[in-house]
């Protein structure tokens, strides 16, 4: 029997009352493939031929971009890259982040059970996002009411209409400059409360390259929600 004949493992057909084909790439290398409800499985896997070029070359794309949290034993992630952590007893409480050499030391086996990993990682967000939040609001002029650290399922960050922001503290494991767009994105919330098109022209004002900080948002969440 040819098995090319048949769906691949990784694809997941869902059948919707839809009159059009939708092929969407997961993080996970999953490739969903929404059709009618009357679609064969001969027509579906004569449309998978059709975008066998397409669908392949996004899996690679995604497969490279899994590779940053395949992570050994002794790695974290954080600010988009790898550092190799080190316990060290004899600094007791304090921890060493070497953003050069990409390697972290601690008195703390921040890796002990992810009780510590995610302690770690909450109380770096804390000082790392308020620090930044303060200064870029004072650079461009905003004000905000109080600022929180959580830990959203789905949102990166939020702003409520009594000025309140709030950050995941998640952001710490993107890279920089996804963060300082964050921050851009809520400060800007505090003066227009929508996603207008004076909102976005007020972002890119602010933050040119937030087109670049979104997409790696899109492309990455999965996998970062996942650490």
């Known amino acids: 029997m040819n098995t090319e004949h048949h769906i691949p493992g990784n694809y997941r057909v869902l059948r919707k009352a839809t009159r059009s ?3 969407k790439i997961r993080n996970d290398l999953t490739v ?12 579906i896997l004569e449309i998978i031929a059709k ?18 949290f395949a992570l050994k034993e002794n790695e974290l992630v954080l600010f ?12 007791r409480r304090k921890t060493i982040i070497d953003r050069e050499s990409r390697r972290i030391e601690s008195g703390n086996d921040i890796l002990a059970d992810a009780k510590s990993k995610y302690g770690f990682y909450k109380k770096l967000a804390s000082e790392y996002i308020s620090k930044k939040a ?3 609001a004072k650079e461009h002029g ?18 409520s209409s009594a000025k309140n922001i709030s950050f995941n503290w998640r952001l710490v494991i993107c890279p920089e400059y996804v963060c300082d ?19 976005w022209e007020r972002v890119g004002l602010l933050f040119p390259e937030y ?3 979104k997409k790696w948002l899109d492309d990455n969440s999965y996998a970062v929600h996942r650490i």
């Not at 975008?51 to 940053?68: G, N």
Request: with cysteine.
């Open 80 to 91: 988009g890259e790898l550092f190799e952590f080190a316990h060290r007893p004899e600094l």
């Open 32 to 43: 969903d493939i929404t059709v009618p409800f009357n679609f064969s499985e001969k027509h």
């Open 134 to 136: 303060e200064a870029a």
């Open 21 to 23: 084909v939708r092929i």
């Open 211 to 213: 087109k670049k900080a």
């Open 142 to 159: 905003f004000s905000f009411n109080r600022l929180f650290i959580r830990s959203q399922k789905t949102k990166w960050g939020t702003c």
């Open 181 to 199: 767009y964050l921050i851009i994105h809520e400060l800007v919330h505090t003066e227009i409360m929508n996603h207008s098109k004076k909102y």
């Open 51 to 68: 975008k066998k070029k397409w669908i392949d070359r996004h899996l690679e794309i995604f497969s490279k971009r899994k590779k940053i």
